[in-house]
């Protein structure tokens, strides 16, 4: 079972229980507990549906979601003035609580908006699970599935920004190995993350998923920003000469029926930038992850390359980001609201006079005579604003205490960088068993870390129960 401090999981209540936003559900079809049409559908700001909202089945559950909608035109993930960073990482099981931890701590460290994540092995029983975690991120998972020996298998799903959550419209998951997530804002910005199956699967089962993710990319509507982050291994090129020929032809025929750009191939990169995948068992570097693009969105993305800043999370893949920025004029964006600590006019009686007589005097100035009830209200809360803004301090922001930001973590992390780095230059065996070695001390000191908080919050506890 997850932590409940670690994730966020949907309930659903009785039917005909009203909730501003819901979520879609509907029956589910297949063995692993996700049918190919089930849908979760969070309703837009303005109401009603429109043309943006994709294909979804009739037959559904409502649960309530605390997504918090921004206001119209605010809150855009993509825009003209700002490059958005998106990716996707293959991040080979997930299921420990330290690592998921950590991936949340490399997505904040790197400014990542969007990440699709693959392979992640989470069972659940929730058609869709989110689960929050440090900084507003969010885990949104569609469950892995297990083999015939019982070992958990794939699992697709998105790490989204406290941004990225907020803009939420819709979320429909195709089958277990394809989810799709749109966002507000104008255009809309639609992303599918996919998990192609081994080149050792049989040739039905891989027709039958690009099948799927070309039904997903035919549902979103043309005028939608559409994005595919997935692993979809498959070797295009002069690798396609070997071992995963099939693979890279299917790739190649569903970017063009589909008239998606492979993004991979666009721009000119050296060889150390293109290999996303290092496997374990013949050291042998690929290309195996790739994002596309609608073409006719081609030109808004500005960059894709391999980065190896996730590596700490111990997977055989690298990360793969692109940069999207559109054209159009940008909005300016409110001015931050700041938040006075008003508790100290509760203890400084000379301070609690003087703001009293700063109030009262701003709010004669402004007041005219012939004001309506709720102008003179509109003028006294002006007058409280500015006299705060003179007098009182501004309210110091609470501090979490961080297991991933701990000096004993951040040195495990640095040394299975490095690790990672000599491994990637030279992939032998030694320098294999060292990254191993590095991971699982980093495992060590997230556990330590974690054990001394816990250790600290049950002093504070028991030192206010002897007060």
């Not at 309506?372 to 609470?398: C, D, H, M, N, W």
């Not at 495990?412 to 699982?440: G, I, T």
């Amino acid at each position: 079972m997850m932590k409940a401090s670690l994730q966020q999981v949907l309930l659903v209540p009785p039917r005909g229980e009203d909730c501003n936003t819901r979520v879609k559900v509907p029956k589910l079809h297949d063995g692993c507990g996700h049918g190919i049409n089930d849908s979760v559908t969070l309703k837009p700001v303005t109401g009603g549906v429109g043309d943006d909202d994709l294909m979804s089945t009739s037959s559904h559950e409502f649960i309530p979601n605390k997504i918090k909608f921004q206001k119209k035109d605010g809150g855009k993930l993509v825009g003209s003035s700002w490059y958005t960073f998106m990716g996707t990482f293959n991040v080979r099981t997930i299921r420990e609580d330290y690592k998921r931890l950590e991936l949340a701590t490399q997505f904040l460290k790197n400014g990542v908006e969007v990440l699709g994540v693959q392979e992640h092995r989470i069972v659940h029983e929730e058609p869709i699970r989110i689960e929050k975690f440090k900084g507003g991120v969010s885990l949104i998972t569609v469950s892995a599935w297990r083999n015939g020996a019982g070992a958990a298998t794939g699992g697709v799903g998105f790490m989204l920004s406290s941004k990225a959550h907020g803009g939420i419209s819709l979320i429909k998951p195709y089958g277990s190995r394809v989810l799709n997530i749109s966002f507000n804002g104008n255009p809309r910005l639609t992303a599918i993350t996919a998990y192609s199956p081994t080149e050792a699967a049989s040739t039905e089962e891989a027709e039958d998923f690009h099948n799927t993710l070309r039904q997903a990319i035919a549902d979103v509507p043309a005028h939608h920003l559409l994005l595919v982050l997935g692993d979809m291994n498959a070797r295009l090129g002069q690798e396609s000469a070997g071992d995963r020929r099939w693979n890279g032809e299917l790739l190649r025929d569903t970017a063009q029926e589909c008239c998606m750009d492979i993004t991979n191939t666009r721009f000119r990169k050296k060889e150390s930038k293109m290999w996303t995948h290092l496997s374990d068992g013949t050291l042998r570097k690929g290309q195996l992850d790739f994002i596309l693009i609608r073409q006719k969105w081609r030109n808004s993305l500005k960059n894709t390359e391999a980065f190896n800043t996730f590596q700490s999370v111990g997977s055989d893949h690298r990360m793969v980001g692109c940069w999207v920025k559109l054209s159009f004029r940008s909005s300016k964006k409110p001015a931050r609201r700041e938040h006075y600590d008003y508790s100290t006019l509760r203890t400084n009686a000379a301070l609690q006079s003087q703001f009293a007589v700063e109030v009262r005097n701003r709010f004669s100035c402004l007041t005219e005579e012939g004001d309506t009830v709720t102008e003179r209200y509109q003028k006294f809360v002006e007058s409280i604003g500015a006299s705060s803004e003179a007098l009182l301090p501004k309210k110091a922001r609470r501090r979490r205490t961080d297991p991933s930001s701990d000096p004993r973590v951040d040195t495990a992390r640095s040394d299975l960088f490095l690790a990672k780095d000599r491994y990637h230059q030279d992939p032998c065996e030694e320098n294999r068993e060292e990254v191993a070695r590095r991971k699982d001390c980093l495992r060590t000191a997230y556990v330590e870390v974690e054990e001394e908080i816990l250790k600290s919050k049950i002093r504070k506890v028991e030192e206010a129960a002897d007060r």
